[in-house]
């Protein structure tokens, strides 16, 4: 459940000025407006807050939008070889092509045991039609484990801050992974050993260890409730259930989904996903009312949350 702080109270100045010197007087003064302003600020509508923070792009969100095929910002892509990375495989890149906002967060997504990026290269541009630059990245190999693969998106986005030809289009605090089943366990890899990441998104997401409670990366994970490849009785739920409360987490699961939701068009989780990601990567709490409740309807068997504090 959300949290708010208790409303600050204003300190008391009701008492008499007549005694005191004209410095306290003004003393007084001044912390009596720097209080009105404290409680003005913590009064201000959602809007008006939001206008203050330098990472929030593109209009304001509405289910539509989240649910169109594509997000307000025109997108294009380039590859990138195996031959001039180190630590990844390559794979391809999609950005905004627009420049006028500033700098975009960036999120890594890796395929899932056997797969190639093309499985699931419908989240690229989708993703990035919201305001992100996306790496969908190709493994080493295609057997890779999980913690193989959670080292490989750390070194896509070190990649992508570094070297790519569109670092400058990047804010390097604000970075993200994703992952489609051993994928998914990666992203969640990736979270333990980075955790300056801004937010994680596993996807279906298979591994061997259970226990994540040293994840302090806000997460979401999305589970299929038909998936007998990583069921979620035995992966997704117990890794929501490991991270810490303390911690940012959610639970999406989908109805009579199998394990290989992720590799057609969804559109529950690109909705999840990229609310996930513009409340955590971009700070952006327009967002939050898509997390707080959550999302509803047929094509949701269950929703867990912590509900983010505004």
């Keep these: 459940m959300s949290i708010c702080p208790d409303p600050q109270g204003v300190p008391d100045v009701s008492s008499p000025t007549t005694t005191r010197p004209r410095s306290a007087r003004r003393a007084a003064g001044l912390a009596l407006a720097a209080a009105l302003a ?20 593109g209009p304001a969100p509405t289910v539509a939008l989240l649910e169109a095929s594509r997000g307000p910002f025109a997108t294009a892509s380039q590859s990138v070889s195996s031959l001039s990375v180190t630590g990844f495989g390559g794979g391809v890149i999609y950005y905004p092509t627009s420049t006028s906002e500033g700098t975009f967060g960036a999120v890594a997504i890796s395929p899932g045991y056997t797969a190639a990026w093309s499985s699931i290269s419908w989240l690229g541009p989708r993703i990035a039609s ?19 693969r959670g080292r490989q998106l750390l070194a896509a986005l070190d990649y992508l801050v570094e ?22 366990g990666g992203s969640l890899e990736a979270a333990v050993a980075r955790p300056s990441l801004q937010a994680a998104v596993p996807l279906a997401p298979w591994n061997l260890d259970k226990s994540w409670s040293d994840v302090r990366v806000p997460t ?18 117990p890794f929501y259930t490991s991270i810490p409360a303390s911690s940012e987490k959610a639970y999406l699961e ?17 909705r999840q996903a990229v ?36």
């Design 220 to 237: 979401l994970i999305i589970g299929g409730e038909s998936d007998s490849v990583a069921p979620v009785s035995s992966h997704s739920e």
């Design 130 to 148: 919201h305001g992100f630059v996306v790496i969908g990245i190709e493994t080493n190999t295609r057997l890779d484990q999980p913690d193989s």
């Design 163 to 184: 070297r790519s030809s569109v670092r400058g289009r990047i804010d390097s605090t604000r970075l993200a992974v994703s992952g489609h089943s051993m994928g998914g």
């Design 254 to 270: 989908l109805n009579g989904a199998s394990h290989f939701f992720p590799q057609t068009v969804n559109t529950p989780t690109a």
């Design 38 to 57: 404290a409680t003005a600020t913590l009064a201000a509508p959602p809007a008006a807050r939001a206008a203050d923070n330098p990472y929030e792009r």
């Design 275 to 310: 609310a996930w990601l513009k409340r955590f990567v971009d700070n952006d709490t327009r967002y939050e009312q898509f997390l707080c409740p959550g999302p509803s309807g047929s094509a949701v068997q269950e929703y867990r949350n912590t509900c983010p504090s505004a």
